[in-house]
């Protein structure tokens, strides 16, 4: 059992994270909502992106959903122009992943949002900060749950 204090304190850490990550995801989402697309599909752009050429199970290992919960958002962004899939050429069997020059467009605008986002965020409050946020974040995404 915790202590009231304690309790209280996880409490609002746990609203703030809420409310913090509603602000971080509302622009791209209104976004996104224009082209008929969500939040995976943002994901999905996002991390190919960053490393183009990925395979599609490289990629659910990054995401860490199924292939069928990321089927429909590589299709639907295949469809619209914004992803391209090849075949490897070592290996018939995987399908690599890149954005094309309209995908890579639209993600960087969606991205930017947050990046501005983020930057006013930690403007004015230091390095130290910042690094203490990103190891909580890294916490955050490694712990699980166990």
Request: hydrophobic share 40%; charged share 30%; net charge neutral.
């Amino acid at each position: 059992m915790l202590d009231p204090d304690r309790e209280a304190s996880l409490r609002r850490a746990i609203e703030e994270l809420y409310f913090g990550y509603r602000a971080f995801t509302a622009l791209p989402d209104k976004m996104l909502a224009q082209r008929g697309l969500g939040r995976t599909h943002h994901r999905v752009l996002y991390f190919v992106r960053r490393d183009p050429g990925i395979s599609i199970g490289e990629l659910l290992a990054v995401l860490e959903v199924t292939k069928q919960a990321i089927h429909r958002p590589v299709k639907d962004l295949e469809e619209r122009g914004l992803l391209s899939i090849a075949g490897d050429s070592q290996d018939r069997r995987v399908r690599r992943l890149s954005v094309t020059p309209d995908g890579a467009e639209f993600e960087a605008q969606l991205t930017a949002s947050q990046m501005r986002l983020l930057d006013r965020v930690f403007h004015g409050l230091g390095e130290s900060v910042e690094a203490h946020w990103h190891e909580v974040m890294k916490r955050l995404a490694q712990d699980t749950g166990r």
